[in-house]
Nanobody, 120 residues
Framework: QVRLVESGGDLVQPGGSLRLSCSAS??????????MGWYRQPPGKQRELIGTVTSTGNTNYADWVKGRFTLYRDNARNTVALEMNSLKPEDTAVYYC????????????WGQGTQVVVSS
């Protein structure tokens, strides 16, 4: 069982930047995290993909990201960060960390979420 813990959510002004972090941990050594990434859920809307990054560094971003958000993954530390720039009020959402673990089976894990509010 892998536990994902997010941090970094905050209130930020429009046009500002924010960096979210996610760390994966378990009772033993964490292995087999093939994909890690971030999703978000704006108020009153469904959860949506921001982007994912594989253990080999391949990234996949949602079209709307358009270069404003960047993923950084550290395989040695089992972390993934989300750098967000040029934030807009519509970026207000709960941001969730995601991880896919592949061994004999495939498992998916979610963090509890961290709140980002973009407002003046």
């Amino acid at each position: 069982q892998v536990r994902l813990v997010e941090s970094g959510g905050d209130l930020v002004q429009p046009g500002g930047s924010l960096r979210l972090s996610c760390s994966a941990s378990a009772a033993g050594i964490v292995t087999g995290l093939k994909t890690m990434g971030w999703y978000r859920q704006p108020p009153g809307k469904q959860r949506e993909l921001i982007g994912t990054v594989t253990s080999t560094g391949n990234t996949n971003y949602a079209d709307w990201v358009k270069g404003r958000f960047t993923l950084y993954r550290d395989n040695a530390r089992n972390t993934v960060a989300l750098e967000m720039n040029s934030l807009k009020p519509e970026d207000t959402a709960v941001y969730y960390c995601y991880a896919q673990q592949v061994s004999a089976f495939e498992y998916e894990y979610w963090g509890q979420g961290t709140q980002v509010v973009v407002s003046s």
